[in-house]
């Protein structure tokens, strides 16, 4: 949305206001941002507050500043995390986040932003996609359709809606047609960068290829991902356990179709009648600390889990978080099967 569609002068009239309202779209509740002279945000105005004055004396020409709501809701702008369920409760729908001098620095919907992390993030995106050839002879697997858009766009318009808005995307196989199709992320409001490969550097290599992350926490994930994972969650338990990492987990079940013996030499102990295990599966997506990347050999084949190795050697703290909802990794034709059908439960 443009800010300025929703800012209004203090001296300006009901009337006006009401052209201005009619005149947003695309947002979750009818409102206006009343600025003094100084840009200075001094009020919110809804339809709601046009229609009670208008109740009183049917004054469409009074100015705005008499019936403006004078202790609206609003956040400073701050590099650090921003917790929005406060405002949720409270049931508010558009959060606008002031700068130091009270001036709108952005205007978040809470209806359509999930969450204000701060974080950039990396997609990996430059694989072959072997395994779901002939599909991908021609296009690259992150841009294969999923619905009535590619894989990477269903991860990226889930980052968008958790407030993340630096993402690289790392590319060598076909990388040209998802540059073409994103371009440089103004269309989402958004900045996209590319990260090319000259040769494939692993699931983290790329990494080192960015000069400086501007975050002190960065996120990496797979591009051929459909999970609805909770990317503030993930985020929240690595800061509140204090870690230097960690991974989005999946659990993984194994049904034993026998008996296993629990024994000492060859004396039977115990015995579990067809047991199923529960593991915990790295679910290809990370938040690491920004610092850690120093960690990743310049322009090298490079694995996350090399890194994960690397941190659990060295005593740093990594830790899993279960993704609680779905998770499909698209890498065999089963499974983009199997995406295909989800997602059409979805969208109906």
């Known amino acids: ?32 941002f009343v600025i003094d002279a100084d840009q200075k945000v001094v009020g919110s105005l809804t339809d709601g507050d046009i ?11 009074k100015a705005v500043k008499e019936i403006c ?35 709108i620095s952005r205007i978040v919907d809470l209806e359509k932003t999930k969450a204000l992390l701060p974080l950039e993030c990396m997609i990996m995106a430059g694989g072959r996609g072997k395994r779901l050839s002939p599909l991908t002879d021609t296009v690259p697997k992150p841009m294969l359709k999923l619905g009535n858009k590619p894989i990477i766009e269903h991860n990226i318009d889930r980052l968008i809606s958790f407030g993340i808005k630096k993402i690289y995307i790392s590319v060598k196989y076909l990388g040209e047609q998802i540059e073409e199709y994103f371009g440089d992320g103004s ?43 909770d990317f503030e969650d993930l985020y929240l338990s690595l800061i509140s356990k204090g870690a230097d990492m960690a991974v989005a987990s999946t659990e993984y079940k194994v049904d034993i179709p026998y008996a296993v013996f629990e024994t000492s030499d060859s004396e039977v102990c115990n015995f579990k009648e067809k047991p199923s295990y529960v593991y915990h599966s790295n679910a290809g997506i990370y938040i690491l600390k920004k610092e850690l990347i120093d960690r990743i050999p310049k322009d090298k084949f ?30 065999k034709p089963i499974d983009y099967k199997q995406a295909q059908d989800f997602i059409k439960h979805i969208e109906e």
């Open 1 to 32: 949305m443009r800010m300025n569609k929703m800012l209004i002068d203090e001296n300006s009239s009901i009337f006006e206001a009401l052209v201005k309202l009619n005149d947003i779209r695309d947002i979750s509740r009818l409102i206006l």
């Open 51 to 61: 229609r009670r004055s208008l109740a009183v004396d049917k004054d469409i020409h």
């Open 69 to 103: 709501f004078r202790n609206f809701a609003y956040e400073l702008e701050k590099p650090g995390f921003i917790d929005l369920k406060k405002y949720r409760q409270k049931n508010i729908k558009i959060l606008p986040i002031l700068d130091e001098f009270k001036q």
């Open 187 to 229: 269309s989402k409001g958004i900045e996209i960068e590319y990260v090319w490969e000259d040769k494939f550097l692993g699931t983290a290599g790329a990494l080192s290829l960015v000069s400086e992350f501007n975050t002190d926490h960065v996120l990496l994930m797979n591009s051929d991902l459909f999970t609805n994972v």
């Open 302 to 331: 490079y694995d996350i889990t090399d890194l994960m190795d690397a941190i659990v050697a060295s005593k740093l703290k990594l830790i899993h978080n279960p993704i609680i909802g779905f998770w499909i990794d698209i890498g």
